[in-house]
């Protein structure tokens, strides 16, 4: 089975700019979330996808946004960039159940640095 | 709301040494708990987890056990290998916030031949 695959790998914009991530989920999972890891830190969640809906948001402003499509796969789009926005974006796949005991599949990441 | 505390790294052991890293918790309802492990330049892996009190998580020799007393779950290995260097992420997801997990800050383990 293929894993979760992000592009691209690396990324530099300047602020004010715009960015779009790029997500492709494990084969048979329909749940996609992302993360923001800033260095030396653990992920932190942005929101959740499931069946083309966001289904669970953190602690991000709306200039961060996302979209799932109908094959799972999902983007993050983050608008008027923010040098606070520099760091690995991680999106994580899985298959819902009812209590999310399964744990994460999680791509590689992208690497953003925002000058 | 949800949190986890790691202990802080780094962390440097000789190989075959004992490895123990703590994680304590804090979260509503009953959470899964989990660790996930980071090697350099690469996404996390679930390495285990546990869904229930008093469940043993484990994988690659590593255990962990799901402690509802003391809100706990750390990570150990009896004899840690060169190899098992990288960064340990303990992590919970909670049934009444079911899409979003929550991760401690990580804790670097290198592992010296």
């Known amino acids: 089975e293929t894993g979760v695959t992000q592009s691209p790998t690396h990324l530099i914009k300047t602020r004010g700019q715009q960015v779009t991530l790029r997500c492709s989920s494990q084969s048979g999972h329909n749940t996609v979330s992302w993360y923001q890891q800033a260095l030396g830190q653990g992920p932190q969640f942005i929101f959740q996808y499931y069946r083309e809906e966001e289904n669970g948001r953190g602690n991000f402003p709306p200039r961060f946004s996302g979209l799932q499509f109908p094959n799972y796969s999902s983007e993050l789009n983050v608008n008027a960039l923010e040098l606070d926005d520099s760091a690995l974006y991680l999106c994580?796949?899985?298959?819902?159940?009812?209590?999310?005991?399964?744990?994460?599949?999680f791509g590689s990441g992208t690497r953003l640095t925002v000058v | 709301g949800d949190s986890v505390t790691q202990m802080e790294g780094p962390v440097t052991l000789s190989e075959e040494a004992f490895l123990t890293i703590n994680c304590t918790y804090t979260a509503t309802g009953y959470p899964s708990l989990f660790w996930y492990v980071q090697y350099p330049g690469e996404g996390l892996q679930l390495l285990l987890k546990a869904t229930k009190a008093d469940d043993k998580g484990s994988n690659k020799g590593f255990e962990a056990t799901y402690r509802k007393e003391t809100t706990s779950f750390h990570l150990e290995k009896g004899s840690v290998q060169v190899s098992d260097s990288a960064v340990y992420f303990c992590a919970l997801t909670s049934n009444t916030n079911a899409g979003k997990s929550t991760f401690g800050d990580g804790t670097t383990l290198t592992v010296k031949p």
């Open positions: 994580a796949s899985s298959g819902r159940t009812v209590h999310t005991d399964y744990g994460y599949t």
